[in-house]
């Protein structure tokens, strides 16, 4: 094919480009529109539930479905949450708590799942951001609760047990951890300051390359790139994100010792949400210490089929060597053999809450 022509074709594919995203510009305006028109429905029903997680989970599910290619699964979801996450700002622009400051992990958690048109307001710690949802301060909070290297984040689990809120949703990111810092070379890092989780997961990492540098332990590790955006010895272990946000330079990048390091986060609020079909159900038990009551806790699970997909264990902080179960298992909880097996456990336990019933995270933790 001559050069000419390889011009003509180049320029007929643009042109078709043109065409194809006035079509999407249109189709977007039109689906603003009805979006709008939702608002003013609910609106006139006195309603407030602008935002209905199990909705978006069934919207997700069927971009899935007929998804062919060329582009990814993960990449039309990404686009689509987007869009659905504009036309909601829209509606009513939601305000979701996190653990801040800006740069961290659970910020890109909130991004994730709710799509970036929504206020995220950052707090200083875990408790904060359950105050928030509960004075309705904010719709939804979104707070990490297990790493895949490190384990639960105890705080979170803690603030569960007094708190009148609901899990809604779940969210897994894939964590890369970057070192981020003003010096030019390794051999000028004096300090090194992250979330304690964070520190731990580049252990061997740090050991390895910074061996003897002292190690600042600090709420989250955009708060750390925060505190040493402004020296010049000093380096955070944080997000790309943080990197931009503080302008601060990546020395080295993926320092965390396990390449698939993953955190959990959990979406709270006040929605009991609807079943989707394809759910988790998290529970706190409490039991009476008596021989075999873990086992007779258990059981029903296993003689229903459920899968049980998690379990954990804190001090209840009622008497010594007392403690409160975190229990996740498949399902909703207005499932059949879900329901009967809340039932037996309840029968057993001193104290049975359900913490929420909500959609599984969509998606790889790496999308």
């Known amino acids: 094919m001559s050069s000419q022509s390889d011009d003509q074709a180049l320029a007929s594919a643009r042109r078709q480009i043109d065409e194809l995203d006035q079509r999407l510009q249109a189709l977007l305006a039109e689906r603003a529109e009805v979006a709008l028109n939702v608002a003013r429905i609910k609106q006139a029903q006195g309603r407030t539930d602008f935002y209905r997680p199990e909705r978006e989970a069934d919207v997700l599910k069927r971009v899935a479905e007929r998804n062919h290619g060329p582009l990814d699964d993960a990449a039309v979801m990404r686009i689509m949450r987007e869009i659905m996450s504009a036309c909601l700002a829209l509606e009513s622009p939601l ?40 004075a309705g301060n904010a719709q939804f909070g979104v ?35 970057h070192l981020l810092s ?104 409490s039991i009476r210490n008596s021989p075999g009551m873990l086992y007779r806790l258990l059981a029903p699970a296993a003689d229903a089929g459920v899968d049980l997909t998690r379990i954990e264990s ?31 456990i309840q029968r057993e336990a001193a104290l049975l809450k359900v913490l929420g019933s909500y959609p599984r995270a969509v998606g790889r933790a790496d999308d």
């Open 314 to 344: 804190r001090p209840s902080r009622r008497q010594a060597w007392d403690y409160n179960f975190f229990i996740d298992i498949e399902g909703h909880a207005s499932d059949v053999p879900v329901r009967q097996v809340i039932d037996a």
């Open 182 to 285: 003003h010096a030019d070379q390794l051999a000028g890092i004096q300090r090194v300051v992250a979330h304690a989780q964070a520190l731990a997961q580049c252990r061997h990492w740090l050991d390895t390359n910074l061996p003897g540098v002292v190690r600042e332990a600090v709420s989250s590790n955009g708060e750390a790139a925060r505190r040493v955006a402004g020296e010049t010895h000093a380096a955070a272990i944080a997000a790309r994100a943080a990197s931009d946000f503080y302008h601060l330079p990546i020395v080295a990048s993926n320092i965390e010792d396990e390449p698939n390091n993953t955190t959990r986060f959990l979406v709270i609020g006040r929605q009991q949400v609807p079943s989707t079909g394809n759910d988790m159900t998290s529970l706190l038990v």
């Open 95 to 134: 305000q979701v708590a996190y653990l801040g400051p800006e740069g961290t992990y659970t910020q890109a958690a909130v991004y994730k799942h709710f799509g970036h048109a929504v206020n995220a307001i950052p707090r200083t710690a875990i408790d904060e951001i359950f105050r928030e949802v509960e």
């Open 143 to 177: 707070v990490p609760v297990e790493n895949s290297t490190e384990g639960v984040v105890t705080h979170t689990l803690d603030q569960l047990v007094g708190s009148p809120l609901s899990i809604c949703g779940e969210v897994a990111l894939a964590v890369h951890h």
